[in-house]
């Protein structure tokens, strides 16, 4: 089963977004989908997925959605 979630990246410097994203592009079933202004998107992982490997700073505000 894959579980949604969203994240927001606008507290980020670019180069710590740009590697975050890779990690989330590298795992998730189908990449971030972006919203406008690329600084939030979705993503979707297996529900079994470590997210402690993902190293995701707590100001990215991760919540899962479903």
Do not use: V
Request: aromatic share 14%; with cysteine.
């Amino acid at each position: 089963m894959l579980h949604q979630y969203h994240i927001d990246f606008s507290q980020l410097s670019p180069d710590e977004k740009a590697a975050l994203s890779d990690r989330i592009d590298n795992i998730s079933f189908t990449g971030i989908q972006w919203e406008q202004g690329f600084q939030s998107g979705t993503f979707f992982i297996e529900e079994n997925f470590d997210l402690g490997f993902l190293k995701i700073p707590d100001c990215c505000h991760l919540s899962r959605i479903m």
